[in-house]
C-alpha cells in the first residue's frame, strides 16, 4: 500500500516563500518519477513539477519555471517543492503524486493520467 503524505503548506505573502514534503511509504521509492500538482477552486488539477526517479530530469509548467523546484531525498522517501516569488495565482490545494508504473523518463513526467497514487494535498494561500 502506497500512501503519501503533503505537509508545508500555509499562509504566505505574495513575494513570499514556502517548502512542501511529501514522504512516502512503500519500498523501492526510487523506481517511480514523483510529481506535484495543484488545484485551484473552480479549475482543474493542473500539472506543476516532476522528477525522476533518479533525479536525473526534472519538469516543470511554465507558470512556475525559475521559481519553484522540485527535489527528492531516496534515502528519507521525500518530494519537496520549494516555492519561491509566491504569485496569489499560485493558490491552490497542492498534491503529491507518485507514478504507477517504473521510471518511463522525461516524456511522460506531465502526464497526469500516468500517476497512479495521490496524497491528501495541503493548502498553499497567497496573499497580495
Known amino acids: 500500500q502506497v500512501q503519501l503524505v503533503e505537509s508545508g503548506g500555509g499562509l504566505v505573502q505574495a513575494g513570499g516563500s514556502l517548502r512542501l514534503s511529501c514522504a512516502a511509504s512503500g519500498r523501492t521509492f526510487s523506481n517511480y518519477d514523483m510529481g506535484w500538482f495543484r488545484q485551484a477552486p473552480g479549475k482543474e488539477r493542473e500539472f506543476v513539477a516532476a522528477?525522476?526517479?533518479?533525479?536525473?530530469?526534472?519538469a516543470y509548467a511554465d507558470s512556475v519555471k525559475g521559481r519553484f523546484t522540485i527535489s527528492r531525498d531516496n534515502a528519507r522517501t521525500t518530494v519537496y517543492l520549494q516555492m519561491n516569488s509566491l504569485k496569489p495565482e499560485d493558490t491552490a490545494v497542492y498534491y503529491c503524486a507518485r507514478q504507477g508504473a517504473y521510471s518511463r523518463g522525461l516524456g511522460y513526467l506531465r502526464l497526469i493520467n500516468e500517476y497512479a497514487y495521490w496524497g491528501h494535498g495541503t493548502q498553499v494561500t497567497v496573499s497580495s
Open positions: 522528477i525522476t526517479g533518479s533525479s536525473l530530469l526534472t
